[in-house]
Antibody, heavy 120, light 106 residues
Framework: EVQLVESGGGLVQPGGSRTLSCAAS????????MSWVRQAPGKGLEWVSS????????YYAESVKGRFTVSRDNSENTLDLQMNRLRVEDTAVYFC?????????????WGPGTLLTVSS | DVQMTQSPSTLSASVGDRVTITCRAS??????LAWYQQRPGKAPKLLIY???TLQSGVPSRFSGSGSGTEFTLTIASLQPDDFATYYC????????FGQGTKVEIK
């Protein structure tokens, strides 16, 4: 059974940094692309970033490009999201999601999410 | 960027009702469309991909149709577990979600 568990959320000041992590199990991690999706309180879903199975290709939404960095450790089955220059509007629940069997597929498994609050 | 627009934003219905949600893309996305269900406080769950293919384990009362720019999600007979928010997502050009449709109890 696929399991994804995010961690690292909490309260951060505007301009600060934070790293979110996602621990994966139940599938061959290095053969699937992974993504981060966020949801601001009471709002809809927003794709944030994706990384290929080998970790050599990364993609970002315009809203986070240049501030966020996605990476993965295939030896540890973990996915990270390094977030710098955080803004109040980055406040959201951040979900880790597994992409389907082909690059560009929709997201077929999700973690429960971790809440990041950016506030002074 | 491909924009996705869902209608309605909120839908009031009763158990047993047939429910239809519409999703429109700002440009053609062929059939690269998925539907998700999200219950309050939970992660989204993939229901349908490639516009009409049911994800494994999803009840057959859910169905999807459409291509190009116009798509629909239909729930044939609404069950108590189906009261939730539904999102469409295009994956033709990166990934973009619609704003969501909340299905609430009438």
């Amino acid at each position: 059974e696929v399991q994804l568990v995010e961690s690292g959320g909490g309260l951060v000041q505007p301009g600060g940094s934070r790293t979110l992590s996602c621990a994966a199990s139940g599938f061959t991690f290095n053969t699937y692309a992974m993504s981060w999706v966020r949801q601001a309180p009471g709002k809809g879903l927003e794709w944030v970033s994706s990384v290929s199975g080998r970790g050599d290709s990364t993609y970002y939404a315009e809203s986070v490009k240049g501030r966020f960095t996605v990476s993965r450790d295939n030896s540890e089955n973990t996915l990270d999201l390094q977030m710098n220059r955080l803004r109040v509007e980055d406040t959201a629940v951040y979900f880790c999601a597994k992409m389907g069997p082909n690059w560009g597929s929709p997201f077929d498994s999700w973690g429960p999410g971790t809440l990041l609050t950016v506030s002074s | 960027d491909v924009q996705m627009t869902q209608s309605p934003s909120t839908l009031s219905a009763s158990v047993g009702d047939r429910v239809t949600i519409t999703c429109r893309a700002s440009q053609s996305i062929s059939r690269w469309l998925a539907w998700y269900q999200q219950r309050p406080g939970k992660a989204p769950k993939l229901l349908i991909y490639l516009a009409s293919t049911l994800q494994s384990g999803v009840p057959s009362r859910f169905s999807g149709s459409g291509s190009g720019t116009e798509f629909t999600l239909t729930i044939a007979s609404l069950q108590p577990d189906d009261f939730a928010t539904y999102y469409c997502q295009q994956y033709n050009d990166y990934w973009t979600f619609g704003q969501g449709t909340k299905v609430e109890i009438k």
